[in-house]
């Protein structure tokens, strides 16, 4: 019989930024085909009513504090995650922000806020969780990765779109 790719039973996934919006999406499909999570935000309180609802289809989700602009955070997150079930199996680099405004608006704040939350925020997520992931993913980090990759109209999405070609 034909291995069934789907069932991620027994396998752990992070998803970051899961306080709303894609990344609750992601973290229910992967719930739903059988992982256990590790969901993010900046402010755990936000994750109370997701985390419940990945409870309710039988599977666990550890809620943990991530923000991905800070070193000393990302590092300790990735402690924190190791320790909720002594291994990652899938990290999807989910959090991310935009400022949604014309190209000709767009400030050198807000293109820092964005760059060094979709591009190095990514990197250095990844970079932390590699050594608790699976062996290949020590030389291979990239094929651990995935991340939620923005598709962005040319007017508004200069930013987002240089993460974009900025990814590993
Ligand atoms: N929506 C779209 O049309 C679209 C299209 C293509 C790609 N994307 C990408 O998909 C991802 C999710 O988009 P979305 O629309 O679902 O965004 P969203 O609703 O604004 O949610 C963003 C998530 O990222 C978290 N986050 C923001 N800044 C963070 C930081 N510095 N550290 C850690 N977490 C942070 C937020 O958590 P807290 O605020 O609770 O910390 C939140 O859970 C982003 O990377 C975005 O670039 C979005």
Redesign the pocket.
């Known amino acids: 019989m034909a291995e069934n790719f789907f069932d991620l039973t027994g396998k752990v996934a992070i998803v970051?930024?899961?306080?709303?919006?894609?990344?609750q999406y992601l973290g229910r499909a992967l719930a739903r085909s059988g992982a256990d999570l590790i969901i993010?935000?900046?402010?755990k309180n936000?994750l109370s009513g997701f985390q419940a609802e990945i409870e309710s289809l039988g599977r666990r989700a550890v809620p943990l504090e991530?923000?991905?602009?800070?070193l000393q955070?990302i590092k300790r997150f990735a402690q924190e995650a190791l320790a909720a079930f002594g291994k990652i199996d899938i990290l999807v680099n989910?959090?991310?922000?935009?400022r949604r405004k014309p190209a000709l608006e767009v400030s050198w704040e807000d293109w820092n806020t964005i760059l060094d939350?979709?591009l190095r925020?990514t990197f250095f997520t990844a970079q932390a969780i590699a050594p608790a992931g699976p062996a290949t993913t020590r030389r291979w980090v990239s094929r651990f990765i995935v991340?939620?990759?923005?598709?962005?109209g040319r007017r508004r999405g200069s930013a987002?779109g240089a993460?974009r070609r900025g990814h590993l």
């Open positions: 970051t930024g899961t306080s709303r919006g894609l990344g993010t935000s900046r402010s936000s991530l923000d991905v602009t800070d955070s989910n959090a991310g922000c935009n939350t979709n925020g991340a939620a990759v923005a598709v962005t987002p993460r």
